[in-house]
């Protein structure tokens, strides 16, 4: 074990774990008292990072295993996203999107080299407006005939009122109609329920290659592919979300390149910056061309510092080979999880570095809290889910801590 990781866990002494006293109360107290309330107070006041590990305001150190959901796939404190950031904010931070620059002229360019094909790419600064984009994108493609959607019941695209109108998660969009906005919902994974609601009168289907809200719930192999067909027939547009899936999350760049399809849209944010905010919609064929000059835009969407963000994060898995190892170290996650053997954790599904130790009783909440006391930052995403997601970064050593460790935490929980 390094120095480092042997810092890691026993936050046993009083008065220093968050929620015990010291900066980190007074932070969350704060905190409570400034904040709309939609978050809760968060458990944990995080100050630094470097690598995989971060350190809360009281000094405990923690490895995190959810990377900022998603997102930190370079971990904390990369050299090359520092050096890229600072670089383009002492040259250029700005321009709007009433001059061209340089840094988002080759990002756009890199994306569609490493989708392939012919497309065109609009950046954002969120996946909810990436998917507001595309909403919009397909709307303007179809016409007023086509007068629906469709996306998937369990489904996440967003909070904003359009990209939530899309999300199937009805607990979160329901409180928020009516939405102006026909969107059939259909059991994901079900070829059937897909092909009785896609018509000549659907303007698009929205689906994920994976549901990561929903508790890291793959498609079925095949779903994908069939979907692509009945779009096809129906004249629909297939939108893919791959805003947590993509980025190398699961060892390809882009999930849906799996299967080898070529969707009509695809939606991304999450890991394209690396922690940095930005997300783009990229449209194919027509998509990438049905918006006409004044149809949309965004003030700060693709700004240069954003973009040389996402440019280093890119440029880095490149050169690390982050993608293989994805591969090899998600394996060993997944397989460690397994080897956990406790009748608590029913089974562990997902790919690459993006898992879900589904449990067999909601317990979600106590595993996280369990996993944090001991050291370890994880996310509860559902009752009976906990989400792991850490840094394309993280070290064979580093999952080795945390699998070794996660018998207790769950003897714990
Ligand atoms: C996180 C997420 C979104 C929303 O992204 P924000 O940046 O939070 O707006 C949309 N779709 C999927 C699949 C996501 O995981």
């Known amino acids: 074990m390094s120095e480092r990781s042997e810092r890691i866990g026993g936050h046993g002494a009083p008065g220093l774990s968050s929620g015990e006293g010291g900066l980190g109360t007074d932070l969350r107290n704060r905190f409570e008292t400034a904040m709309m309330p939609n978050y809760g107070v968060p458990p944990v006041a995080l100050a630094r990072g470097e690598g995989c590990r971060v350190w809360d305001v009281d000094g405990n150190a923690y490895l995190d295993l959810i990377g900022g959901i998603a997102v930190s796939a370079l971990g904390h404190a990369h050299p090359a996203l520092v050096e890229a950031v600072s670089a383009q904010a002492g040259t250029l931070a700005h321009t709007s999107n009433l001059f061209v620059h340089e840094p988002g002229v080759r990002l756009a360019e890199r994306l569609l080299g490493l989708l392939g094909g012919d497309g065109r790419v609009f950046f954002t600064n969120s996946g909810a407006e990436a998917n507001e984009a595309a909403y919009k994108l397909v709307r303007r493609h179809a016409g007023p005939d086509r007068t629906y959607v469709v996306a998937a019941d369990g489904g996440f695209h967003g909070r904003t009122m359009g990209a939530l109108a899309l999300t199937g998660k009805a607990s979160i969009r329901e409180p928020f109609g009516p939405f102006g906005a026909d969107v059939r919902f259909v059991t ?31 498609a079925p192999e095949g ?13 629909a547009a297939l939108v893919i979300d791959e805003i947590q899936s993509g980025i190398g999350r699961t060892g ?37 061309t049905a918006f006409g000059k004044g149809d949309h835009g965004s003030t700060f969407g693709g700004n240069p510092i954003a973009c040389a963000a996402a440019l280093a994060v890119l440029d880095t898995i490149d050169k690390e080979g982050l993608l293989d190892h994805v591969t090899a170290v998600g394996e060993q996650l997944a397989d460690g999880i397994a080897a956990a ?27 996280e809290a369990a996993a944090r006391d001991a050291g370890f930052l994880v996310n509860a995403v559902k009752p009976d889910v906990i989400r792991v997601a850490p840094p394309l970064i993280i070290t064979s050593g580093e999952v080795a801590s945390f699998t070794a460790a996660l018998p207790d935490i769950l003897r714990k929980t």
């Open 252 to 288: 390809v760049w882009f999930q849906h390149q799996r299967e080898g399809i070529r969707p009509d849209v695809i939606t991304l944010a999450k890991g394209l910056g690396g922690g940095l905010p930005i997300g783009a919609c990229v449209g194919f064929g027509d998509y990438g």
């Open 188 to 218: 994901y994974g079900s070829v059937d329920a897909l092909r009785e609601a896609v018509t000549g009168e659907c303007a698009a289907v929205f689906l994920e290659p994976t549901q990561g809200e929903g508790g890291i719930v793959p």
């Open 341 to 367: 053997g406790h009748p608590l954790l029913a089974r562990v599904r997902g790919a690459g570095l993006w898992r879900a130790l589904v449990l067999s009783e909601p317990k979600s909440a106590d595993v």
């Open 223 to 235: 779903y994908l592919a069939a979907a692509r067909q009945i779009c096809d027939e129906a004249g």
